[in-house]
């Protein structure tokens, strides 16, 4: 699907759009049917980052893993940042062949 003029996979915009929804509806105070979307950042076609605005206010998510962290989270997403790439090391330790 296209998204702001720009080629996305269907799924991953709408999972980024449940994932932002209900909190940028409670960090803004606003319904979830006034916040519109744009698409700031994708790696090859999946949505890593989403600008969100909605009653006078707006926030940018980026996804961590398979988490979305606003702005003002950055020490939340940094951690869950070292988690995933911990996880990654670890899962390529395990499929290096012993000698």
Do not use: N
Request: proline content about 2%; glycine content about 10%.
């Amino acid at each position: 699907m296209v998204v702001d003029g720009v080629e996305v996979y269907e799924g991953h915009w709408r999972e980024a759009r449940e994932g932002i929804e209900s909190v940028a509806a409670f960090q803004f105070d606003c319904p979830s049917d006034a916040l519109s979307y744009r698409l700031l950042r994708k790696i090859g076609r999946v949505v890593t980052q989403v600008g969100v605005a909605g009653c006078g206010q707006r926030d940018v998510y980026t996804r961590v893993g398979s988490q979305w962290f606003g702005s003002g989270q950055q020490e939340a997403a940094a951690e869950r940042h070292r988690q995933v790439e911990a996880a990654r090391t670890a899962a390529a330790a395990q499929q290096r062949p012993t000698q």
